[in-house]
Structures are given as C-alpha cells and as structure tokens.
C-alpha cells in the first residue's frame, strides 16, 4: 500500500510503541494512588508533560493531556468564553477552522455568544490585519488554526498572535496538523492556549493536549476527581500519555531534515500532477503550506469515484477532512476559497508522511492522469466542455 493520508492519521513508531507497552501491563498503577507502583506512573505522567512543554517553548504546569484535539479546543473555546463572559461575547475565528472549533463556536452562539468567521482569501489566508479589524470592545477570544488540514495552508500566527497581545485577548490556535511537523514556541509566537493531538505525529489515538498559558483562568470542562491539577477529571490514559511524548520527541528530532526530504517529495508530486493533468487547481497557497500537503481539486470529475480507482491500486488518500468523510456536502474549506461545489467535490488530498519514497510518487504519477482521464469520459459535462472548445 502507498499510503498518502497522514493528515487523518499517522501510523504509531515502534519506538513509541515499546515505550508505552509496560504501561498496558507490569505498570498499571492509578497515578492517583500512593503506593511505589502507581507513583512510577505519576513520574511517568510528569516526565512526559516536561518534554512535551519543552517542544512548545512551555513550562510542564502550563500542559494538561486530554483525549485528544477536539477535546482540547472544546475545552478551550468553551472554558474561555465561560470564563471571561462578564467582560464580553465576541469571539474571532476563521471559515475554515476544523468543525473542532466550528461547532463549539455554534454551540457558544446558540448561548448567547456572537462570533466573526473571518474570511479567507483564494489561498485559504487570513491576516492579522483582518484579524486587528475584526476586533470588538467584546471581543474576548481569538481562535484561528496554525494550519489547515484540508489545504495546508499555515497561518500568521505570530504576528496574529502579536495583535491579540497588543489587545489584551486570549488567542487559541487548533495546532493539531502543525505540531511535531513544525517548530513552535508559544512564547515568540504570542500563544495563549494552543491544542494538540498525539496520532497526526506518529502517536496513539486517543491522546492529546492543550497548553494553557500560566495565569489564564480556564475552568475544567470536565468534572470529577482531581487529575491535571483539578483542570480536567477522569483517571489519566498513562500509556497514551507516554506515548504521546514519546512520539513528539521523535518527531522534533531532525525536523528540518525530514521536513526538507518529505518537501521535495511533495513538489515532485505538485509539479507533476500538474505537468500531467489539464484543467486542475493547487488548493491551498504554494509556499505557506505543510512540508506534506498536495491538495488538488480536478474539473469534471467527483472525487470520491477517483479515490476508489486510488484505492483499488492500493494508494490510500482523501477526499478532504478525515472527520468529514462521511458527508456528501462539499468541503466548507474549499468553498471559501471560492470554489464551485463541482470543483470542490472533484477534490483529493495527498498527505505525506516520513516513509513514503520518490518511487510511489512515481506510481501516483503513473496512475491518476489515466483514472482522471477514465472519470471526464464518462462526463457528459466534459464532452460538453470539448465539444465547445475544439
């Protein structure tokens, strides 16, 4: 299998694996508890917390695990809003946010809040400028994503994040595609809560986390015990947990190394779909993108149908958002591009991860101009579309 859908999620390293093993078996301790085995766990728990905070430019205090990036902006758009709803109801995001945080932000306007979906420009940007604009005497929150995980295309988060300082308002960034694929520092980029997740980096499903900066009073979203220092209750999945650190220091190790080899794989395949492929679009902007992403949408064709001819070849990609694919409707992203919803269904999304070789590109390159070609054929609007311009 050539598999190009690292966005929805990437395979656990064996290295992380065998780190977090014991913790299923000879160390099942409850971290709560007080005898030898379960303190080995909330040792465990701590050193991982350190390392995680140490890729982020955080401190451990400012690192709480949860079950992942959804939870982790949940708790941070709804833990904001509730905590900082006297001073006022205006939130800040973008159109084309992951429904992570589109749909606490729906939830949060059904109760009372009001919300600006700033919109992007052709490349899937928006500026700080925008941002700045955007700004009520309200406003108590900024939410915009590090990095699309349909497009690729990364933000300004810094100079976002400078804006929102300059204001006095919280920013959150839903840093889930972005984190253990590129460098971050809450502190130089001006991050007040920023979300994670452990298996877009080679880590388990089920684990993730939010940084919260020191000072900023988040209320937990979830009630019960005392776990994360009384910010987030349930008895905490030690083995996610170490393998989540694991697998992010992995990650960070040699970024720029693996960045540059799996870039000029991603521009090989760029260049070459479109050398191969008329009447195609690069979505996304060219230069401000993940080192992994290829995202094109094709005329005449609908995607889904194109990925079923990938998979029968045994490539595995994706028509968009992992967390969507069950949906018949466009993807949301590609629409704010500006993109008819023909030309938005006629989209696949390339992801690549550590492994992957020039030689699949290859095979890619071999493969998709013949399945396109096969799907305009049976295109009565491609016919239409020929007829008119031959």
């Given at each position: 299998?050539?598999?190009?859908?690292?966005?929805?999620?990437?395979?656990?390293?064996?290295?992380?694996l065998e780190a977090m093993l014991p913790y299923f078996t000879e160390h099942y301790g409850n971290p709560s508890s007080i005898y030898k085995v379960a303190q080995r766990n909330k040792k465990a728990i701590d050193d991982a917390r350190a390392v995680v905070?140490?890729?982020?430019?955080?401190?451990?205090?400012?690192?709480?695990?949860?079950?992942?990036?959804?939870?982790?902006?949940?708790?941070?758009?709804?833990?904001?809003?509730?905590?900082?709803?006297?001073?006022?109801?205006?939130?800040?995001?973008?159109?084309?946010?992951?429904?992570?945080?589109?749909?606490?932000?729906?939830?949060?306007?059904?109760?009372?809040?009001?919300?600006?979906?700033?919109?992007?420009?052709?490349?899937?940007?928006?500026?700080?400028?925008?941002?700045?604009?955007?700004?009520?005497?309200?406003?108590?929150?900024?939410?915009?994503?590090?990095?699309?995980?349909?497009?690729?295309?990364?933000?300004?988060?810094?100079?976002?994040?400078?804006?929102?300082?300059?204001?006095?308002?919280?920013?959150?960034?839903?840093?889930?595609?972005?984190?253990?694929?590129?460098?971050?520092?809450?502190?130089?980029?001006?991050?007040?809560?920023?979300?994670?997740?452990?298996?877009?980096?080679?880590?388990?499903?089920?684990?993730?986390?939010?940084?919260?900066?020191?000072?900023?009073?988040?209320?937990?979203?979830?009630?019960?015990?005392?776990?994360?220092?009384n910010r987030r209750a349930g008895t905490e999945n030690v083995p996610g947990i170490v393998g989540l650190a694991k697998a992010l220091d992995l990650a960070c190790q040699d970024m720029e190394a693996k960045n540059a080899k799996i870039k000029?794989?991603?521009?090989?395949?760029?260049?070459?779909?479109?050398?191969?492929?008329?009447?195609?679009?690069?979505?996304?902007?060219?230069?401000?993108?993940?080192?992994?992403?290829?995202?094109?949408?094709?005329?005449?064709?609908?995607?889904?149908?194109?990925?079923?001819?990938?998979?029968?070849?045994?490539?595995?990609?994706?028509?968009?958002?992992?967390?969507?694919?069950?949906?018949?409707?466009?993807?949301?992203?590609?629409?704010?591009?500006?993109?008819?919803?023909?030309?938005?269904?006629?989209?696949?999304?390339?992801?690549?991860?550590?492994?992957?070789?020039?030689?699949?590109?290859?095979?890619?390159?071999?493969?998709?101009?013949?399945?396109?070609?096969?799907?305009?054929?049976?295109?009565?609007?491609?016919?239409?579309?020929?007829?008119?311009?031959?």
């Amino acid at each position: 299998m050539i598999y190009l859908d690292h966005a929805a999620t990437t395979p656990v390293k064996p290295e992380v694996l065998e780190a977090m093993l014991p913790y299923f078996t000879e160390h099942y301790g409850n971290p709560s508890s007080i005898y030898k085995v379960a303190q080995r766990n909330k040792k465990a728990i701590d050193d991982a917390r350190a390392v995680v905070a140490g890729h982020l430019g955080a401190q451990p205090n400012e690192i709480f695990f949860t079950s992942g990036g959804t939870e982790a902006d949940n708790w941070a758009i709804k833990g904001m809003a509730e905590a900082l709803k006297e001073k006022g109801n205006h939130i800040i995001t973008t159109n084309i946010e992951h429904h992570a945080v589109l749909h606490p932000c729906q939830y949060l306007e059904k109760n009372g809040f009001e919300v600006t979906y700033l919109e992007v420009d052709p490349d899937g940007l928006v500026s700080a400028e925008q941002v700045e604009a955007a700004i009520r005497p309200e406003t108590i929150l900024i939410t915009i994503m590090y990095a699309n995980n349909e497009i690729g295309t990364i933000m300004p988060i810094a100079e976002i994040g400078a804006v929102a300082k300059k204001h006095g308002i919280v920013f959150h960034t839903d840093a889930v595609q972005a984190v253990g694929h590129l460098p971050i520092d809450v502190h130089a980029q001006n991050i007040d809560l920023l979300s994670l997740s452990g298996h877009k980096f080679y880590g388990p499903k089920g684990t993730g986390a939010l940084y919260v900066r020191r000072g900023l009073k988040l209320p937990p979203l979830l009630h019960g015990g005392g776990q994360e220092r009384n910010r987030r209750a349930g008895t905490e999945n030690v083995p996610g947990i170490v393998g989540l650190a694991k697998a992010l220091d992995l990650a960070c190790q040699d970024m720029e190394a693996k960045n540059a080899k799996i870039k000029a794989l991603r521009d090989y395949l760029i260049d070459g779909i479109k050398a191969r492929i008329p009447y195609c679009r690069l979505n996304g902007h060219r230069e401000k993108r993940l080192p992994n992403n290829v995202n094109f949408s094709f005329e005449f064709i609908e995607g889904e149908s194109l990925l079923l001819l990938l998979d029968m070849e045994g490539i595995a990609a994706s028509s968009g958002s992992a967390c969507t694919s069950g949906s018949l409707d466009p993807s949301h992203v590609l629409l704010a591009l500006g993109l008819p919803h023909e030309q938005a269904h006629g989209s696949v999304r390339f992801t690549l991860g550590e492994n992957n070789t020039r030689e699949e590109m290859d095979v890619v390159l071999a493969k998709l101009p013949a399945f396109v070609e096969r799907l305009r054929s049976m295109s009565p609007l491609y016919e239409e579309f020929v007829r008119q311009n031959s």
